[in-house]
């Protein structure tokens, strides 16, 4: 069991910046993929970063030059920081693990309560 607790979030203005954290439990965080999800009131869950195990990242376009995923395997934490923050960015961001090591949305088996992240413009 791998619980995962996400802090962060918060209330920002229009091209201000955030770095939401997210520490996992257990031995074996190395080795684990994690992402980072959001999900905005009446829209579904979309993935917005992964880093892999061995560190390689991916993170979806419209995203792309303003977020940053990254790994601290030493303090088994995850980050996303966010700038040039955008009211359409504003959602419930979730973490996720994913044991395998693989990075589909359907690989990630654990999940964190989520974050508010709410963008004023």
């Known amino acids: 069991q791998v619980q995962l607790v996400e802090s962060g979030g918060g209330l920002v203005q229009a091209g201000g910046s955030l770095r939401l954290s997210c520490v996992a439990s257990?031995?074996?965080?190395?080795?684990?993929?994690m992402g980072w999800f959001r999900q905005a009131p009446g829209k579904e869950r979309e993935i917005v970063a992964t880093?892999?195990?061995?560190?390689?990242?991916s993170h979806v376009d419209s995203v792309k030059g303003r977020f940053t995923i990254s790994r601290d395997n030493a303090k088994n934490t995850v980050y996303l920081q966010m700038n040039s923050l955008k009211p359409e960015d504003t959602a419930v961001y979730y973490c996720?693990?994913?044991?395998?090591?693989?990075?589909?949305?359907?690989?990630?088996?654990?999940w964190g309560q989520g974050t508010q992240v709410t963008v004023s413009s």
């Open positions: 996720a693990a994913s044991p395998t090591g693989w990075g589909r949305p359907e690989n990630f088996d654990y």
């Open positions: 257990g031995r074996t965080f190395s080795s684990y993929a």
């Open positions: 880093i892999m195990r061995s560190g390689s990242t």
